[in-house]
T-cell receptor, first 112, second 117 residues
């Protein structure tokens, strides 16, 4: 079993739709949860950063963490064609020696 | 800000040559830098972790003699792919962690695409 599982997609939705991206994980030591966006042939850029359980909102993006279910989500409201990219979930236990473990990424396409 | 640059962005070389990739933190000091490899449509695979002034720690299955890492200063780490072969062709991405960051956040460079002919 992989430490982090993420549906690779591709996921295609019409412009304006609400997008839901999800990851599950197996390591209960994870405390820091991140979502990265990666455009084709570019490095990942950090979108959202959450500590422990709960919700965090930033503009059109909302990150949710449910540690009891070992399940994290990223919601994108009013999706735009410019949101088309690969979204990677990532998590770590948080100590200075902790590695970040990435999901395999979900390819998202927003149709105009 | 937290900007990380990589140079070159793209390199094409002949089989058997060595290639050096630079990773720089432009506006912060990075005690730790990470090197990842990414195959098409796949996630990032951590290759090694490098701390300034000490030897890099390699992940299982990564040949340290093939992928030489030097972290000479708080703003620069280099990855040298020695005697590159076509199977080394990939997208190499570095990231850096700030010196005083208690949240373990990593900032990524734009990546270097290596093609070995």
């Amino acid at each position: 079993q992989k430490e982090v599982e993420q549906d690779p997609g591709p996921l295609s939705v019409p412009e304006g739709a609400i997008v839901s991206l999800n990851c599950t994980y197996s390591n209960s030591a994870f405390q820091y949860f991140m979502w990265y966006r990666q455009y084709s042939r570019k490095g990942p850029e950090l979108l959202m950063y959450t500590y422990s359980s709960g919700n965090k909102e930033d503009g059109r993006f909302t990150a949710q963490v449910d540690k009891s279910s070992k399940y994290i989500s990223l919601f994108i409201r009013d999706s735009q064609p410019s949101d088309s990219a690969t979204y990677l979930c990532a998590m770590s236990a948080g100590s200075s020696a902790s590695k970040i473990i990435f999901g395999s990424g979900t390819r998202l396409s927003i149709r105009p | 800000g937290a900007v990380v640059s990589q140079h070159p962005s793209r390199v094409i070389c002949k089989s058997g040559t060595s290639v050096k990739i630079e990773c720089r933190s432009l506006d912060f000091q990075a005690t730790t830098m990470f090197w990842y490899r990414q195959f098409p449509k796949k996630s990032l695979m951590l290759m090694a972790t490098s701390n300034e002034g000490s030897k890099a720690t390699y992940e299982q299955g990564v040949e340290k003699d093939k992928f030489l890492i030097n972290h000479a200063s708080l703003t620069l780490s280099t990855l040298t792919v020695t005697s590159a072969h076509p199977e080394d062709s990939s997208f190499y991405i570095c990231s850096a962690r700030k010196k005083a960051d208690r949240y373990n956040e990593q900032f990524f460079g734009p990546g270097t695409r290596l093609t070995v002919l």
